[in-house]
Nanobody
Framework: EVQLVESGGGLVQAGGSLRLSCAAS????????VGWFRRAPGKEREGVSS????????VYAHFVKGRFTISSDNAKNTVYLQMTNLPPEATAVYYC?????????????????WGQGTQVTVSS
């Protein structure tokens, strides 16, 4: 059974940092893409970043603007999203997802498995 468990969300002031973690199990990590998505209040879910489990290649949404870094620890089957200089508009529920191909993508439809999400709130 595939499981994705996010952690690391919380309340932070604008300009602060958070590191999200996604612990994955039930699939061969190297054969999958793992992505971070978010849903802000009143908005659609959108892609934030993705990493390939096979070669570590990454992709970021344009609004990240160099403030986020995605990384993975294949030995621990864990993907991280380091977020710095957070603005209030980064407030959202952040989800981890896994797609059954060894690439990267910011498209929701390319992901088969989803975690429950972790709340990130950035106060102004």
């Amino acid at each position: 059974e595939v499981q994705l468990v996010e952690s690391g969300g919380g309340l932070v002031q604008a300009g602060g940092s958070l590191r999200l973690s996604c612990a994955a199990s039930g699939f061969t990590f190297e054969d999958y893409a793992v992505g971070w998505f978010r849903r802000a209040p009143g908005k659609e879910r959108e892609g934030v970043s993705s990493i390939s489990g096979s070669d570590g290649s990454t992709v970021y949404a344009h609004f990240v603007k160099g403030r986020f870094t995605i990384s993975s620890d294949n030995a621990k089957n864990t993907v991280y999203l380091q977020m710095t200089n957070l603005p209030p508009e980064a407030t959202a529920v952040y989800y981890c997802a896994a797609g059954g191909y060894p690439g990267t993508s910011l498209h929701l439809y390319e992901y088969d498995y989803w975690g429950q999400g972790t709340q990130v709130t950035v106060s102004s």
